[in-house]
């Protein structure tokens, strides 16, 4: 057995880290299932919305075909993000991750401007709402259905920390509030005759979209830009490699994400008259240590003899 089996088997059950293959499971089942929901969603909304010609049940219908879209986008990303590194991607594919999350920021922004000009349009020229008792039955089933979608993709993303998952599953929460806000513009409506609450409530939707929108953007630049770790993370790491008792420093600790791989790099400070090989024992135990603190994680460490003077990126 070698050292790294050896301190594998040493992991509890309940440690975070877990086979390659589970998670490339999970995170595809998760794109599966949330095109499969978006799809149902659609065509029962189509219906409910020929019914009730109501616009905020429009907006609903709207987000859930762009749903369609951004998860096709999302399965064919989180595909290409698995698969393994090749002689052309050395670091492997996860940057296919982000670059989903920037087309799905693409979708819910075009789907937010498309509604706005519909809601604004409406509440120029209102119209009332007719069979409003069936868009509300449809938007509660729609509401049930993405609430077990978001559950599920909750625990995949505990598991996975996908990128293209976390985006997913931002639209159907999102997706939630749109349907509370559509039953809500569908009761006031047909109960209390406010046509003027369709669009306006639409409206809400739409705000909501662009902040969903400009969230997703964020994550996905940052991935795509290399940007470090949290700073308690790189605290973390530090700790880590510090607690064993020959690492004398550490220092130009470097850290990124692409997908659902991470990449950590640090320089060690050791003893001048360490041998090679007692060097090496020495990183292997920081790295397994470090790897077992951050799950799906290739960590790369250079040793230093004490008191080399060398440039410093960081401390």
């Given at each position: 057995?070698?050292?790294?089996?050896?301190?594998?088997?040493?992991?509890?059950?309940?440690?975070?880290?877990?086979?390659?293959?589970?998670?490339?499971?999970?995170?595809?089942?998760?794109?599966y299932a949330s095109v499969t929901v978006a799809s149902i969603l659609i065509v029962t909304k189509i219906g409910a919305w020929l019914l009730t010609d109501s616009v905020s049940l429009l907006s609903s219908l709207v987000d859930s075909i762009l749903d369609v879209g951004a998860s096709i986008v999302s399965l064919i990303a989180v595909r290409s993000a698995l698969q393994p590194a090749d002689r052309e991607h050395r670091f492997g594919h996860g940057k296919a991750e982000p670059l989903a999350g920037l087309a799905?920021?693409?979708?819910?922004?075009?789907?937010?401007?498309?509604?706005?000009?519909?809601?604004?349009?409406?509440?120029?020229?209102p119209q009332p709402v007719e069979h409003g008792l069936i868009g509300v039955g449809v938007m509660l089933f729609a509401t049930v259905m993405t609430l077990l979608l978001v559950a599920f993709q909750f625990y995949v993303i505990r598991r996975t920390d996908s990128l293209a998952v976390k985006a997913d599953?931002?639209?159907?929460?999102?997706?939630?509030?749109?349907?509370?806000?559509?039953?809500?513009?569908?009761l006031l409506s047909t109960y209390l005759g406010w046509s003027f609450a369709d669009p306006i409530l639409a409206m809400v939707i739409v705000f909501y979209l662009?902040?969903?929108s400009t969230e997703i953007l964020k994550?996905?630049?940052?991935?795509?830009?290399?940007?470090?770790?949290?700073?308690?993370d790189r605290r973390r790491i530090r700790e880590i490699a510090l607690a064993?008792?020959?690492?004398?420093?550490?220092?130009?600790?470097?850290?990124?994400?692409?997908?659902?791989?991470?990449?950590?790099?640090?320089?060690?400070?050791?003893?001048r008259d360490l041998s090679l090989l007692k060097a090496h024992e020495i990183s292997d135990?920081?790295?397994?240590?470090?790897?077992?603190?951050?799950?799906?994680?290739?960590?790369?460490?250079?040793?230093?003899?004490e008191g080399i003077e060398e440039r410093r990126d960081d401390v």
């Open positions: 057995m070698t050292e790294k089996d050896a301190f594998l088997s040493e992991i509890p059950a309940s440690s975070p880290l877990i086979p390659s293959e589970t998670t490339s499971r999970l995170m595809r089942m998760a794109t799905q920021a693409a979708f819910i922004a075009g789907s937010g401007v498309f509604l706005l000009f519909e809601a604004l349009d409406r509440l120029i020229h599953s931002l639209h159907y929460r999102a997706d939630i509030l749109i349907n509370g806000t559509v039953i809500l513009s569908l662009a902040w969903g994550q996905s630049i940052d991935n795509l830009m290399d940007r470090e770790f949290p700073e308690g064993h008792p020959e690492v004398i420093d550490v220092h130009d600790i470097r850290t990124r994400s692409a997908g659902p791989s991470s990449f950590i790099q640090m320089h060690l400070e050791l003893a135990a920081v790295m397994y240590e470090v790897e077992e603190a951050f799950p799906n994680t290739e960590v790369l460490i250079h040793q230093d003899p």
